[in-house]
C-alpha cells in the first residue's frame, strides 16, 4: 500500500513535468496585463500572487527582444538575476520570472520600436526645455 502511494506521488510528479508546466504557464500568462504609456511600463500579474511593475522608460535597462515567431515574442526590460532561488526553473515557468518582460506579446518589434521612440521624444524634450 505504502509503495503504491508513493509510485502514483511520482507518476503525478512526472506528469506535472512533462504536462502541467505547460498548463499552468498558460493560466498564468491570461493573468499578465501590460502596458506602456509615455511615460512608463506598467506590467500587472494577477496570480499567484498580485504583482504590480511600473519601470519609468527613463530608467529602462537594457531591451531583449526574442522572437518566437515572426509575429510573437518577448520583450525582457534587463538581464536575468541569479539570486532567484528558482532561477534555474525559468525555463519552466517563463511568467514566475523576476526580470520584467512582456511574454509572448503580438508584434514584439512594434512594442520596440514605441518604446525606443517614446525613450527618443522625451531626451529631446528634456534637452529642447533645459536649453530655454
Do not use: H
Not at 526574442?66 to 534555474?88: D, H, I, M
Not at 523576476?98 to 509572448?104: A, D, E, M, N, R
Not at 520600436?113 to 526645455?129: P, Q, V
Amino acid at each position: 500500500m505504502f509503495f503504491d502511494a508513493w509510485g502514483a506521488m511520482f507518476v503525478c510528479i512526472g506528469l506535472f513535468m512533462v504536462f502541467g508546466r505547460f498548463v499552468f504557464d498558460a493560466w498564468l500568462r491570461q493573468r499578465i496585463y501590460y502596458a506602456v504609456t509615455n511615460s512608463r511600463i506598467l506590467i500587472l500579474r494577477r496570480a499567484p500572487s498580485a504583482n504590480f511593475t511600473s519601470i519609468d522608460l527613463e530608467r529602462v535597462p537594457d531591451v531583449q527582444l526574442t522572437g518566437e515567431t515572426a509575429t510573437k515574442g518577448t520583450l525582457r526590460f534587463g538581464v536575468g538575476t541569479s539570486g532567484y532561488p528558482f532561477s534555474r526553473m525559468n525555463g519552466w515557468f517563463p511568467a514566475l520570472d523576476p526580470v520584467p518582460q512582456f511574454l509572448g506579446i503580438e508584434g514584439p518589434q512594434r512594442v520596440l520600436d514605441l518604446i525606443m521612440r517614446t525613450r527618443r521624444d522625451d531626451a529631446r524634450l528634456d534637452r529642447s526645455s533645459s536649453a530655454a
